[in-house]
C-alpha cells in the first residue's frame, strides 16, 4: 500500500525544472555583460586623454552600483526560485565545486562594488565632486567615511583600492573557472550545462 502511495506521490508531483527562470537569465546575462564591460573600462582609465578619464570612471562607478543592486535582485530571485539541478551523472565533487564556484561569484558580485564604493567614499576630493549614476541621478558616497580624519581616510583610500583591485583579480580567475567548467561540460563530457542558463 505505501508503495502505490509513493508511486503515486511521484507521479503526481511536479516535474524539476530543466532551464533557469527568464528573469534569472536575464539577470544572469546582464551582469555579466556589465562586469564584463566595467573591467574593460578599469583597465583602460590609465591610458585614454586626460579629459576622458574623469567620464570613464564615473561610468565604471555606475556600473558598479548597478551591478551591486542588479546582484541583490538576483540573490532574492534565487532564494525563492528553485535553479534547476546538475546532471545527475556529475561526481559529488564536481557538484560541490560549482556550488562553490557560484557562492564565491555572488559574493564578489557584491564585494566589488562595495569596496569600490568604500574606495571612492575616502576620496579626498569626493565632498567637491558630487557622484551622480550615468550623469542623472545623484548617489550619495558612505557618510561615515567622508567624515574620517583626512589623514585616515586616505589610508583607508589605499587600502580599499587595493582590495578593489585583488576582488578583481578574484573575479577573472572565478570568471575563467566558471566559463572553462561550462565548455568542458559541453564539449568534452557532452552534458551540456549551458542550455540551463541559455537566453
Do not use: C
Request: positive net charge; glycine residues 6%.
Amino acid at each position: 500500500m505505501n508503495t502505490h502511495a509513493d508511486s503515486l506521490t511521484d507521479s503526481t508531483a511536479a516535474p524539476l525544472p530543466t532551464r533557469y527562470t527568464r528573469t534569472a537569465i536575464t539577470l544572469h546575462w546582464l551582469i555579466a555583460l556589465l562586469m564584463i564591460g566595467n573591467v574593460m573600462l578599469g583597465l583602460s582609465a590609465d591610458s585614454l586623454p586626460d579629459d576622458w578619464v574623469r567620464p570613464v570612471i564615473d561610468t565604471h562607478k555606475s556600473i558598479g552600483i548597478t551591478v551591486l543592486g542588479l546582484a541583490l535582485l538576483r540573490i532574492l530571485w534565487r532564494v525563492s526560485h528553485k535553479p534547476p539541478p546538475l546532471p545527475r551523472e556529475f561526481p559529488s565533487w564536481e557538484k560541490v565545486a560549482a556550488h562553490l564556484a557560484h557562492f564565491l561569484l555572488y559574493l564578489l558580485m557584491i564585494a566589488l562594488p562595495l569596496s569600490g564604493w568604500l574606495h571612492d567614499s575616502a576620496w579626498k576630493d569626493a565632498a567637491t565632486h558630487p557622484m551622480h549614476l550615468f550623469n542623472v541621478i545623484p548617489w550619495p558616497r558612505i557618510g561615515y567615511v567622508m567624515n574620517l580624519d583626512p589623514a585616515l581616510k586616505e589610508t583607508l583610500h589605499d587600502r580599499f583600492g587595493t582590495l578593489h583591485t585583488w576582488l578583481g583579480y578574484a573575479l577573472y580567475a572565478l570568471l575563467a573557472m566558471h566559463i572553462g567548467g561550462a565548455l568542458k561540460h559541453q564539449w568534452i563530457d557532452r552534458k551540456s550545462v549551458l542550455r540551463r542558463m541559455a537566453p
